[in-house]
Structures are given as C-alpha cells and as structure tokens.
C-alpha cells in the first residue's frame, strides 16, 4: 500500500508566522501535489511537482511556495500566514493514476 | 459551468437500500476516472477507479459513459459504515504544464438504522 505522510495533524500559527508542512511519500512516486480544502470550495491545487527541484504552480499558489530536495518529500512553505489559509491541507502523490493522499493537516493562522 | 459536477446531497436513505450517485463532466478529452470516499475531517480515500466496461467492487458498482460524460457510483445493501461523503475525480493528463486532476464538491451520503 502507498504510504503518504504528513508530519503534522493539527496546527495552530500566529498571523505572519512563516510555516512549513512536510510531506513524505514511500512509493518513488514522481508526482506529488499539495492541496487546500474548504467547505463549499472542495480540492483546490496550490503546486505540483513531477520529479525533484520541479515545481509547477497550480491554481491557488499566492502566498505559498514549495520545495522538493528529494523524490520522496514534498515542502509546502506559507512564507507569512495569513487567517485566509486556515484551511484543510492536503498531500498527495501519484504514478499517473489514482492519486493518494496524506491524512492532512488541519491549519488554524489566529 | 463546473467541469466535474456532483449532487451534493444529502442523500438519506435506510440500511439495506440501494443508492446511486450520478457526475458529469465538461471535458470530453478526460483521460481517467475514480469515486473516493471522505469521512467527516479526514482525508479522501481511494474507492474505486471507474472503466469503460463498467467494473464492480463486492457491493459497489461504478460505472463510466463517455458519451454522455457522466461516471455513475452504485451503492447496493447500505450500511451504517457507509455514511460519508463520495468524491468524483476526473483526471484530465498533462495540461498546461500540470498533472490536472478535477474534484467534484462530493455527495454526502447517510444511511440511517
């Protein structure tokens, strides 16, 4: 079974804070993505990334950047939080098919 | 118009009974085709991929017409464990430089005792 990880659950930042949430797949997938989830809005793609140190930007990318140093991890960076990406955070990765997800993590910017 | 489009319910129906969701979508060049299943707060989960000649996955049965491009997920037997909400995932390939998957909003499902 894929294994998709994300180090963290549930987050609680301070506005401008700079936050970093890490994702870690077990599969040698090339791509891998990040994304947000919001009531009423559903999965929005903030950056994908389809092998290391390439990154393409998705639909919602401001305020956000990436970094891939390895195949395997996958960094979401929000440079300055702000309380508009409270939000549902999602990783995931595939090899062409049926993507597969991390648990998420729940960030709450106060 | 949205290019993956679900209702999003709820659908409320009792254990034992038979379900179906219906999702269309706008591009007809749209490669693959799944359902995932979320529970409350949690992440998607992968149910099922959807196949041209239909395919079947012990009570659930998703079906995919490109004609009319509209993927159909039908739920027989209900059970409580069933209750949660069905996501439509379109991939459409390569496209403007991503890997672009399109998610329907989902269909929440309760299936009542």
């Known amino acids: 079974d894929v294994k998709v990880t994300q180090s963290s659950r549930y987050l609680v930042k301070r506005t401008g804070e700079k936050v970093f949430l890490e994702c870690v797949q077990d599969m040698d997938h090339e791509n891998m993505f990040w994304y947000r989830q919001d009531p009423g809005l559903g999965l929005r793609l903030i950056y994908f990334s389809y092998d290391v140190k390439m990154k393409e930007k998705g639909d919602i990318p401001e305020g956000y950047s990436v970094s891939r140093e390895k195949k395997e991890r996958f960094s979401l960076i929000l440079e300055s939080a702000s309380t508009n990406q409270t939000s549902m955070y999602l990783c995931?990765?595939?090899?062409?098919?049926?993507?597969?997800f991390g648990n998420g993590t729940r960030l709450t910017v106060t | 118009r949205k290019e993956v489009e679900q209702d999003p319910g709820p659908f409320n129906v009792p254990e034992g009974a038979t379900v179906a969701f219906n999702c269309t979508y706008s591009n007809s060049a749209s490669q693959s085709f799944f359902w995932y299943r979320q529970d409350c707060r949690k992440e998607p989960k992968l149910l099922m991929s959807v196949y041209s000649s239909g395919n079947e996955d012990g009570r659930f049965t998703a079906q995919l017409n490109r004609a009319s491009q509209y993927i159909s997920l039908l739920i027989r037997d209900s059970k409580l464990s069933d209750s949660a909400t069905y996501l439509c995932v379109v991939n459409q390939g390569w496209t403007s430089g991503t890997y672009k998957y399109i998610f329907g909003t989902g269909t929440r499902l309760k299936v009542l005792a």
């Open positions: 995931a990765s595939s090899l062409g098919s049926p993507l597969h």
